[in-house]
């Protein structure tokens, strides 16, 4: 049986959400839909059980109160990966400091890759592809005109159910207060 991998993550569903769901189509649109959002702790397994890890998660995001993050320039990974993204400008020291205590005990986890906020657009096969999706990604990106400011205050706990779906599993407010539907 493979392992179970989980993610803590916070969907954008905003107008930068919905103009991130459509660059992804436009530029990869044999992907699977995926909803836009930040990743706070990439994919991983965990070292124990959902229920830990929600206890985990509800006590450390409980005791951080939510921010705005800002959007900055479409940039890509290349040449370590063909991943387009955009850039966390405001809020990124935030999100690192909250990635590094949340990944510790259920949820700790040697990731490939250092840590780096980012609102993911796609991840092309190859270098060459991600050049021209790149120069695509800023041309509408500088014609997007709506905010490019987020409100960070509800994350959720996510696992795969298969490759490229994932399924939510709790809300996770930060602050501890409640958020209305």
């Known amino acids: 049986m493979p392992t179970l991998r989980y993610a803590l993550v916070a969907y954008i569903k905003s107008p930068v959400g919905e103009f991130v769901e459509s ?17 706070l702790l990439p994919p991983r397994p965990l070292q124990g059980t ?23 320039e479409m940039e890509t990974f290349v040449p370590a990966t063909p991943t387009i993204y955009i850039q966390v400008a405001l809020g990124a020291s935030r999100l690192q ?3 590094e205590q949340l990944n510790k005990q259920t949820l700790a986890f040697a990731e490939e ?66 958020v209305t539907p």
């Open 97 to 99: 400091g909250l990635h």
């Open 23 to 39: 660059l992804r189509r436009e530029l990869h649109p044999e992907l699977p839909h995926l909803a836009a959002h930040l990743t």
């Open 113 to 178: 890759w250092p840590y780096i906020p980012h609102l993911t657009i796609a991840k092309m096969a190859t270098e060459k592809a991600a050049d021209q999706a790149l120069e695509i990604a800023r041309e509408r990106w500088h014609q997007y005109s709506g905010t490019r400011r987020i409100l960070l205050d509800r994350l959720t706990f996510v696992r795969e159910d298969k490759v490229n779906c994932w399924v939510d599993l709790a809300p996770v407010l930060l602050g501890g207060s409640l």
């Open 50 to 72: 959902e229920g830990a890890a929600l206890q985990v998660l509800a006590r450390i995001c409980g005791q951080a109160l939510p921010f705005e993050v800002g959007l900055g």
